[in-house]
């Protein structure tokens, strides 16, 4: 009901005096205008900061998930800011690549990597192959005896349940991930690997899940891990991503910093030697809250007694978050950033399906009329890379803004586009 919390900005968002939005110093209404909608808008400098945070938490070796967010331009921003990066399919690694990432600072993972994938990332020299299964660890053996090394490490699943949506919840045992720890499966694939010499098993590796704000889990992590990865006496110990972002009203979460010091701690306190090299994969942490979506507002249709549909240019195709997850996000007008909200409506998209919900109950300003433009905040993760041309819907353009200038990183499809496969 009341205004929206500015925490929820991107970290160089400002509101001017008149009440309008300016992010990177770019007044964001104007670039609705110059570049239309729906239009994804990133803050450099967020970006960099949570990079270099997760640098200083972690340490060298701390890799970016680019599946939260990935296009060339980011790829060489996340180089650039020190981290690693983590790639879980040949096109994100193609991607990664093609802006001149050196391979050595990638790391591949998936739980079905094709022979061809696999030839690719060893071919380019990829700095970890993260072996997810015993038919990877065959495909493995066959690029061994066809001369090829790596550097390995063994995904395990930790038999750990975090506090978190079922779908992206990845630590337990009923899981299409890893070795399990429990079955002895973990053991084996470790002795298989150490018996390629042309495969250098530099670590362990477990990912239990995405959006935890509770550090505890994390702590279960590690403490279910300890007991294996000690008397392997492997250098690396790799905690993956999943540290989670607020969204909405009310929510807080760690910051990258108390995250590598809980796990650090909890790695000390389960015996896990000092020496070892402890790393992660935060995504949505780096990415999520650098950037907001801005729509038009083209229909409002009231209902009496009923609701208030908010129609906007965008919709499940460049979020569809709501609909797989039921995740929550806020609305504002960036024409009046601090303006109460005290109107309840439904914000949907323009898709031919009632699913198509952005925000079902957003409180939005009572002046909200036909032609404003209307911002979701924390969009940066899992937005753009999920998005679909659903309905033959283009996908919206991405910009970055820095110190008053703003650069197309990725320009807006056009029904070209949408043409471009077809015989
Ligand atoms: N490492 C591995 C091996 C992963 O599978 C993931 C995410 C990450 C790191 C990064 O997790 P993060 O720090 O972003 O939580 N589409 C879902 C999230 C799926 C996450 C998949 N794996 C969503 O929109 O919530």
Redesign the pocket.
């Known amino acids: 009901m009341g205004p929206l919390p500015l925490h929820l900005l991107p970290s160089t968002g400002t509101v001017a005096p008149d009440g309008r939005l300016t992010i990177g110093g770019c007044d964001v209404l104007q670039l609705a205008e110059r570049y239309g909608t729906p239009l994804f808008v990133y803050d450099e400098e967020h970006l960099r900061a949570r990079c270099r945070e997760a640098v200083a938490a972690w340490g060298d070796g701390v890799?970016y998930?680019s599946?939260?967010f990935l296009c060339k331009a980011m790829a060489a921003l996340v180089h650039d800011s020190g981290m690693c990066i983590?790639v879980?399919t040949g096109g994100e690694l193609a991607v990664c690549l093609a802006a001149g990432v050196p391979p050595e600072r990638l790391v591949l993972?998936g739980n079905n990597k094709s022979l061809a994938e696999l030839t690719e990332a060893v071919e380019a020299g990829v700095g970890r192959i993260?072996v997810d299964s015993f038919d990877e660890i065959d495909r493995l053996s066959a690029l061994a005896v066809a001369g090829m090394s790596a550097r390995v490490m063994v995904?395990v699943t930790p038999g750990v349940e975090a506090h978190t949506?079922e779908?992206?919840m990845?630590g337990q045992e009923d899981t299409k991930?890893g070795f399990s720890i429990a079955s002895g499966a973990a053991a084996r694939a470790v002795d298989q690997l150490r018996r390629l010499p042309e495969m250098e098993v530099v670590g362990i590796?477990a990912?239990i899940?995405?959006?935890?704000f509770v550090l505890a889990s994390f702590r279960k992590a590690i403490e279910a891990l300890a007991d294996f990865f000690t008397p392997l006496g492997l250098p690396e110990l790799c905690l993956?991503?999943?540290?989670?972002v607020p969204y909405v009203t009310g929510e807080a979460a760690p910051t990258i910093i108390e995250w590598a010091a809980a796990a650090r701690e909890a790695c000390a306190a389960a015996g896990i030697p000092s020496d070892t090299r402890l790393t992660a994969?935060?995504?949505?942490?780096?990415?999520?809250a650098a950037a907001v979506t801005l729509y038009r507002v083209g229909t409002v249709k009231d209902l009496p007694g009923i609701r208030s549909y908010v129609a906007v240019d965008g919709g499940m195709s460049d979020n569809p978050?709501p609909v797989?997850?039921g995740?929550g996000y806020e609305a504002f007008l960036p024409r009046s950033t601090t303006a109460d909200r005290p109107r309840q409506v439904r914000v949907v998209g323009k898709h031919c399906e009632s699913g198509d919900l952005i925000v079902p109950d957003a409180c939005v300003p009572a002046d909200l009329v036909v032609g404003d433009i209307l911002c979701t905040p924390v969009t940066g993760?899992?937005g753009h890379?999920?998005a679909s041309n659903y309905n033959k819907v283009p996908r919206p353009a991405v910009l970055f803004v820095a110190g008053g200038h703003a650069r197309v990183v990725v320009r807006r499809e056009t029904y070209d586009d949408l043409l471009r496969l077809d015989a």
């Open positions: 890799a998930a599946k939260a983590d879980s993972h993260v995904r949506h779908y992206v990845t991930f590796h990912h899940g995405s959006q935890i993956g991503g999943g540290l989670g994969e935060p995504g949505r942490a780096i990415a999520a978050r797989l997850y995740s993760a899992y890379s999920m």
